[in-house]
């Protein structure tokens, strides 16, 4: 049975998320000290995390950053802020989906559903010039080094990895992640590219990940070396 980490600050609007993820068969585990909030979600062995942005002590994009330091697992930001840099903000920091307050209960399961349906499975671990691939633990490591990847970005990677040489298609990224283009918008599969690209860069791969204009990503080995 799946738990979900539930951080959210109004007493109210928390027992209502217990209550919808228990019926919905889940288990829960609740955010209450909001002043360490950073080393309980560490210690937590929850398969999903849902976060508001407005938290005491600690901004719910702050948490959301420090969680991304240590751990791949999945992250739903939830939040009454109706503005799209908040947006872009979560999915920059390595939210892998984001709902919005007043959320349908059923809208909200299906967001969760489909989010573990991603993260499922532990293909293989794979190498790519020199590095280890291991979708398992979400990470790529060598040369003394590793970065931590979401659940979106290491789909991504072992799709282009897979393809390796072929033009993938923004639509192909989209239909393997989401399932369906109603959980995902065009700018969130950018921003998710582009947090790639980033970690990638870190680990000396440079510009790995090529766009080809109205046409898609290439993976191509030897580049930005």
């Not at 420090?66 to 390595?94: A, C, H, W």
């Not at 970690?199 to 191509?220: F, H, N």
Request: include cysteine.
């Amino acid at each position: 049975m799946k738990k979900i980490f539930i951080a959210e600050d109004d007493t109210t609007i928390r027992h209502e998320l217990e209550a919808l993820l228990r019926n919905a068969g889940y288990l829960t585990e609740c955010l209450t000290d909001f002043e360490h909030a950073s080393q309980v979600l560490k210690n937590s062995a929850a398969d999903l995390f849902l976060l508001d942005i407005n938290l005491p002590y600690i901004n719910g994009e702050q948490l959301l950053k420090d969680l991304r330091s240590f751990s791949g697992k999945p992250v739903i930001m939830v939040t009454s802020r109706q503005n799209e840099l908040d947006e872009v903000i979560s999915m920059s920091y390595g939210a892998d989906d984001y709902i919005t307050k007043p959320y349908n209960p059923t809208i909200l399961l299906l967001r969760i559903s489909a989010v573990l349906k991603r993260s499922e499975g532990t293909p293989q671990e794979k190498t790519f010039m020199g590095l280890s691939v291991n979708p398992a633990s979400g990470s790529i490591s060598g040369n003394g080094k590793e970065v931590i990847l979401t659940k979106n970005e290491m789909m991504i990677f072992r799709l282009l990895l897979d393809n390796e040489g072929r033009i993938v298609t923004r639509d192909e990224i989209m239909t393997v992640l989401w399932d369906n283009d109603e959980f995902i918008n065009d700018n969130a599969l950018t921003v998710n590219i582009s947090r790639l690209r980033a970690k990638l860069s870190s680990l000396g791969l440079g510009d790995c990940i090529e766009t080809r204009k109205k046409q898609g990503y290439i993976l191509v080995s030897g580049a930005g070396t």
